[in-house]
């Protein structure tokens, strides 16, 4: 019924931490686990018996994803990252509540900051909050999702702020082959660098498709960077969220459109000093740089956006 999935690339020793870790809460043993590695190199270390491993060398998170769901062989594909580490009971909670929910073609989880010293931060969007958190010694941790009720949507909403994000899903394998799977346009290694989990659960429900969000499904993102790396990692961030919004707002997706006027023109988000910082009042001429960069990435978006309404279309329409 339930597989685990994970897609990495040159990160060796978290590839170890994650299968050591998978092999240790409840049914990781057993369960099968399957790895796509597209480092440069092969996975040289012993395997637990329960682990397919899938050395295939390249660039594309969402490509390594579709092969993830090429080879899975059960119904339920549980996926995260492998800077994100499952509670004990992630497993027992995914086959629980994709029995009890059957028709949800994709669940989201929540996803919390390791460490006991970690501080949440919720940031307000005209759509809801979404999550990041802040240590003592300056480092933060993006990705995250908090919320404590469990929600169901079956029309378009606003992923982040609703749902969840990539780093924590449990996909319905025959849904996602029948629709297509990820978009390999998207997402990291891909041109427009990030937003394939966004696309794939926005396209789900375009087709009325069921998606959930469960926070009892809960990993620890522990991914803890600079706020100069997160400004970093923001641009790429950026360009693929503006690109796939544009694409789907051109293609008649009100909610797409209305976020795409709010990250295009009145984002509030996380920048290199961690503050709320609105795109018309810059305060030094650090602020003033991350501001070119969040317009330059808004820009390549819009462009990429455009390339994609014009490639793919109604995608949804598509592939149903």
């Given amino acids: 019924m339930l597989s685990v999935g994970l897609a990495t690339r040159n990160r060796p020793e978290r590839l170890a931490q994650w299968l050591a870790h998978i092999s240790s809460i409840e049914g990781g043993g057993v369960l099968p686990v399957i790895v796509v590695d597209q480092s440069?190199?092969?996975?040289?270390?012993?395997?637990?018996?329960?682990?397919?491993?899938?050395?295939?060398?390249?660039?594309?998170?969402?490509i390594a994803r579709n092969?993830?769901?090429?080879?899975?062989?059960?119904?339920?594909?549980?996926?995260?990252?492998?800077?994100?580490?499952?509670?004990?009971?992630?497993?027992?909670?995914?086959?629980?509540?994709?029995?009890?929910?059957?028709?949800?073609a994709l669940w989201f989880g929540a996803a919390y900051p390791t460490g006991?010293?970690?501080?949440?931060?919720?940031?307000?969007?005209?759509?809801?909050?979404?999550?990041?958190?802040?240590?003592?010694?300056?480092?933060?941790?993006?990705a995250l999702r908090i919320a404590p009720q469990p929600a169901q949507f079956n029309a378009p909403c606003a992923i982040l702020e609703s749902l969840g994000q990539g780093n924590n899903m449990v996909l319905h394998v025959p849904t996602t082959r029948r629709i297509g799977g990820f978009e390999p346009l998207l997402g990291?290694?891909?041109?427009?660098?990030?937003?394939?989990?966004?696309?794939?659960?926005?396209?789900?429900?375009?087709m009325k498709q069921l998606c959930g969000y469960e926070p009892r499904l809960i990993v620890l993102h522990d991914a803890w960077q600079s706020p100069s790396m997160a400004a970093r990692a923001g641009?790429?961030?950026?360009?693929?969220?503006?690109?796939?919004?544009?694409?789907?707002?051109?293609?008649?997706?009100?909610?797409?459109?209305?976020?795409?006027?709010?990250?295009?023109?009145?984002?509030?988000?996380?920048?290199?000093n961690i503050t709320q910082l609105s795109i018309d009042s810059p305060s030094t001429a650090h602020d003033a740089r991350w501001i070119f960069t969040e317009i330059t990435a808004i820009c390549w978006g819009i462009v990429l956006g455009c390339w994609l309404a014009l490639l793919r279309g109604a995608s949804w329409r598509n592939r149903k």
């Fill in 40 to 62: 440069t190199e092969s996975w040289n270390q012993p395997l637990a018996a329960n682990v397919r491993y899938i050395h295939r060398p390249g660039t594309g998170l969402a």
């Fill in 235 to 272: 641009y790429g961030y950026t360009v693929g969220m503006v690109a796939l919004l544009c694409w789907y707002a051109l293609t008649g997706v009100t909610v797409a459109a209305h976020e795409l006027a709010y990250r295009a023109h009145l984002r509030s988000n996380i920048h290199p």
């Fill in 67 to 104: 092969v993830l769901v090429s080879l899975c062989q059960t119904d339920y594909l549980a996926v995260c990252d492998d800077d994100c580490l499952p509670a004990h009971d992630w497993l027992t909670v995914a086959a629980a509540v994709v029995v009890s929910s059957p028709t949800v």
């Fill in 116 to 142: 006991s010293d970690a501080q949440i931060h919720l940031a307000s969007t005209p759509a809801g909050t979404t999550a990041w958190a802040s240590r003592p010694d300056g480092n933060v941790c993006l």
């Fill in 188 to 206: 990291a290694g891909a041109v427009c660098q990030s937003g394939e989990d966004i696309e794939y659960a926005l396209r789900l429900l375009c």
